[in-house]
């Protein structure tokens, strides 16, 4: 096989695999809730306290779910005020509705500081007690009058102090109904999600290049 050949294959594999490729690819953003509140609430407690996937269904509707999780000698349960916090892009605020699938969460969520981690301008209250607690819960939003999103990095956005998650939760001592301490855990860390747009764009040069590289050869014969 010709080494013009080589270069134009490649060149395509890789365009082929950019342009269809990426769409699979940014799907979902998954991150862990890192870290307690301080100086009382969940400071000291070991993390990651619960995991969230954001997750794009389509233009105008996209999915938060939250699952809390276990760590050594403490099981994690969302509840009590401020429950499900999250930042919304600023720019969709105006057109979004908020649903969840938590039969004791508050069906109006608001807006507000949450202890330690700046201002979000959704949180949603879970009923108070201990026995109200739940571990998994998703959050549906849905866009109206002509708003979309660009893609799922368009979903979310840093508050005044750069979060975008955070999450009230009770730490259960492991195994029991023995209430440990309450509190409040952000700091979200993305752990699975899509390629930066630079990297992106970077690679699609590369398949570019093979491709011009290629038709100079061929011009030349």
Request: hydrophobic fraction near 45%; charge should be negative.
């Given at each position: 096989m010709s080494r013009s050949k080589i270069f134009w294959g490649a060149g395509f594999a890789l365009a082929f695999a950019l342009t269809f490729g990426a769409r699979s690819a940014s799907a979902d953003l998954v991150?862990?809730?890192?870290?307690?509140?301080?100086?009382?609430?969940?400071?000291?407690?070991?993390?990651?306290?619960?995991?969230i996937t954001v997750h794009l269904v389509d233009s105008t509707h996209a999915t938060l779910t939250y699952q809390a999780l276990s760590q050594g000698a403490y099981d994690y349960r969302f509840g009590h005020a401020q429950a499900i916090d999250f930042n919304l892009n600023p720019n969709h605020v105006a057109n979004v509705s908020v649903t969840t699938d938590v039969a004791t969460l508050d069906t109006t969520p608001t807006s507000g500081q949450v202890d330690g981690f700046g201002n979000f301008n959704f949180t949603i209250d879970n009923f108070?007690?201990?026995?109200?607690?739940?571990?998994?819960?998703?959050?549906?939003?849905?866009?109206?009058?002509?708003?979309?999103?660009?893609?799922?990095?368009?979903?979310?956005?840093?508050?005044?102090?750069?979060?975008?998650?955070?999450?009230?939760?009770?730490?259960?001592?492991?195994?029991?109904?023995?209430?440990?301490?309450?509190g409040f855990a952000d700091h979200a860390v993305l752990v699975s999600g899509v390629p930066e747009p630079s990297t992106m764009a970077i690679a699609g040069?590369?398949?570019?290049?093979?491709?011009?590289?290629?038709?100079?050869?061929?011009?030349?014969?």
């Amino acid at each position: 096989m010709s080494r013009s050949k080589i270069f134009w294959g490649a060149g395509f594999a890789l365009a082929f695999a950019l342009t269809f490729g990426a769409r699979s690819a940014s799907a979902d953003l998954v991150y862990d809730l890192t870290t307690g509140n301080s100086p009382a609430g969940l400071s000291g407690f070991p993390g990651p306290f619960a995991e969230i996937t954001v997750h794009l269904v389509d233009s105008t509707h996209a999915t938060l779910t939250y699952q809390a999780l276990s760590q050594g000698a403490y099981d994690y349960r969302f509840g009590h005020a401020q429950a499900i916090d999250f930042n919304l892009n600023p720019n969709h605020v105006a057109n979004v509705s908020v649903t969840t699938d938590v039969a004791t969460l508050d069906t109006t969520p608001t807006s507000g500081q949450v202890d330690g981690f700046g201002n979000f301008n959704f949180t949603i209250d879970n009923f108070d007690g201990a026995s109200d607690v739940f571990t998994h819960v998703v959050v549906s939003l849905a866009l109206s009058n002509g708003d979309t999103f660009s893609s799922v990095s368009d979903i979310l956005s840093g508050n005044n102090l750069g979060n975008i998650l955070a999450a009230g939760l009770f730490a259960f001592d492991a195994g029991t109904t023995n209430v440990a301490s309450t509190g409040f855990a952000d700091h979200a860390v993305l752990v699975s999600g899509v390629p930066e747009p630079s990297t992106m764009a970077i690679a699609g040069l590369g398949a570019l290049g093979f491709v011009g590289y290629s038709l100079r050869r061929r011009v030349k014969k």
